[in-house]
């Protein structure tokens, strides 16, 4: 049996614990927060590292010249950065791999969502998921060392290295990813709409066309951005099977040379760590995140607005 | 009906869709693991003790270039080494096949008929002193030629002499002293044996028929099981493929994902349960929730800059395991929290409440039942974040790309490569085999994010039926 408290024991029992308690709250509570607000940390460490990076280089090169320069080649003698090579490169690839994406990955969230019986639907959004987890460097040995070989039989004066195979395989990587986002919209169309359509007498296919897919466009568009994003930002298959070539105007069965890729190229080169190269690195990279920051900013905004009005 | 009919088409159509995205995933993936098939064989010849390379020949007179096969290293006390092989012998021909490129070699071993173990016939050509000698550059009458001076044992049995000059072997014109050999390489794999040598010998012209190849008998053992045992097991030798091992990649990746796990991990955690225990719903709160999902949809290549001059340049951790890792953790942080605060928001509000009842804090609300009731789906998410940085490539290209790492990383300091970049080194190679050792890794790497789904989903389903009992 516990020994009975004497009365200052119990005094200061009641008064340091509950103090205790709360000094351990807030401790937690700073923790956290500090945790929390972590991204912004980054975000805007981000921001600063890349705009003071690129200063030199902005400084040096004329935003006319960088921006609707033609010729990109940083390492000849004289150097010129023109990045409109580059531009159009992940322009090409990135539609190609939209054009892949977008109308599949559409299909197959409406299958998914409004088509496929339970057990079906089981089986499949694993699957789908399953590919979304293969590694990029893998889909660009897929473009590099299978999809190139075998489009070559048909068109033989497709390069080794090209846009068309790349952006191809990228459009294969994408689908899982644009499917679950725009099932995800489907979803929070509510079934009211569904019925209401019903009760009008349509049938499944003409609610899907004629009322839920409008209701869901807003979301859908904000999908396709979220794609788009992820077209333009891709890495590893751009780098391995598109090629080093920076070219204007841009072919897509010729070797290519993506803003990521370019990246890729100077930061793998021999360069010191002072050289004036890296500031045009950092340019390419703050253009790359700006423009991923605008794009996903809004698609945010307007899937959250989506669910918003639905709920 | 016809509206009916259109329906089901465009079901149809929807359903086609999903099946040829799987299905054009599954076939690549199928492929790329035959591709993968030949390293076998690749083992097999390299344990008989040859590493082969390539060297071309460009033949005199014409735009043509003709292959041949030196022996890059021939291990010592191996079965090749016992047989009389040595470094610099020049494979021409393996089961009758003419080797004019290392993968014809590998191919012939791996279609010969038999079992596990076979024995074959090899034909190869020995390194220039043994075949032919001393030779060296004499001027006669203005012309260059090449004279043998000192015949080795073999070349004087075979009927030359010092003195001899060598015009042209199986018609090839023989131009320099270490061209003669090459020429004599070429001239065996493409004309067979006995070739054809044209020689001058005190202003005459002999032709003579001499086969200055070696013939043996070679057992290879093709054992797929250890074949691939050894590619996981053994150290990287860069330049040749059948001696590609990816442990060096391998363990790098465990180190790497190992550290990231430290940092992003409770970082992770702590900010979901802050969002979605503690703050309060305002602007800055808003904010954070945009640049977190911002975060995430940033381009690898991006988060790769940062990694090289934060975390390597910046902080001074050079290209090492802690950059690395670091690097990794910035990617896969926004991940890790979103996950989790799913995992959060499915804790129903009844058991907040009951505690927040009964006296509790909110930190001791969160520690003793909203963390542990979200435990099993926070587990779920951050071994699927796990999955994600193992595939990761582009933001390690900068900390450690086209570093020929061949050793297994010591410490959190030293340099490192990943699985994934492995790949992308192997990829990007032309040489024969570097193709089929890249889609060996890639089936590594694809079976490893499997088990580890698979034990993630595995994990969620037995934790979630504890915890309901």
Known sequence: ?311 | MRRRALGWAFAALAGAAVGVSLLAVALLVLITALQAGPITAMRAVAEAGISLSLRSLEIPGTREALTYVPMAQVAAGSPAASLGMARGDALIAVAGTGVDRPSRAWEAVGRAPGGRSVTLPVVWLPRAEVTLGGLRMESRNGETRVVLASPSAAAREAGLQPGDALLAVGGIPILGTRQAWEALAVAARTHGVPVELVLERESERLTLFWDPTRQAELTFVRDPLRAWWSFLTTLNEPRYPERAGLLPAFLGSVYVVLVMAVVALPLGIAGAVYLEEYAPQNFFTRAMEVLVANLAGIPSAVVGIIGLEVFARALGAGRSVLAGGLTLAVLILPIVIVASREALRTVPRTLREAAFALGATRWETVRHHVLPYAFPAILTGTILSFSRALGEAAPLLFLGAFLFVTYVPQGLMDSFTVVPLQIFEWATRPQDGFAAVAAAAIVVLLSLLLLLNAGAILLRNRLQRRWSE
């Open chain 1, 1 to 311: 049996m516990a020994k009975p408290l004497s009365l200052a024991e119990a005094l200061r029992a009641y008064t340091q614990a509950p103090r205790g308690r709360r000094r351990r709250e807030g401790l937690a509570r700073a923790v956290l927060a500090l945790a929390g607000s972590l991204s912004i940390g980054i975000t805007l460490l981000i921001v600063a590292l890349f705009v003071h990076g690129s200063l030199p280089f902005l400084r040096t090169v004329p935003l006319r010249e960088f921006l609707l320069g033609t010729r990109w080649a940083p390492i000849h003698e004289p150097a010129t950065y023109g990045i409109l090579p580059l531009v159009g490169a992940t322009l090409v690839t990135a539609g190609i791999a939209l054009a892949v994406a977008v109308p599949l990955g559409l299909l197959a969230a409406v299958f998914l969502s409004t088509y496929a019986p339970a057990g079906l639907r089981r089986v499949l959004k694993p699957a789908l998921e399953l590919l979304a987890g293969i590694p990029t460097v893998v889909y660009g040995f897929f473009a590099l060392r299978l999809v190139t070989p075998f489009l070559q039989r048909f068109f033989p004066s497709l390069g080794f290295w090209n846009g068309l195979s790349a952006g191809l395989v990228m459009g294969i990587m994408i689908i899982p990813y644009m499917a679950s986002l725009s099932e995800d919209v489907l979803y929070a169309v509510p079934r009211s709409l569904w019925e209401g359509a019903y009760a009008l007498g349509a049938t499944r296919f003409e609610a899907l066309v004629r009322v839920v897919l409008p209701a869901a466009l807003s979301g859908i568009g904000a999908a396709f951005i979220l794609a788009l994003t992820r077209a333009v930002g891709e890495t590893m298959i751009v780098a391995l099977a598109a090629g080093r070539t920076p070219t204007w105007p841009p072919d897509p069965t010729q070797p290519l040379l993506t803003l990521t890729a370019a990246i890729v190229n100077i930061a793998t080169g021999d360069h010191e760590a002072t050289a004036f190269i890296w500031s045009a690195v950092f340019a390419i990279g703050l253009l790359l995140f700006l423009t991923t920051l605008v794009l996903n900013t809004v698609s945010y905004l307007v899937i959250q607005r989506f669910r918003e009005r639905y709920a």
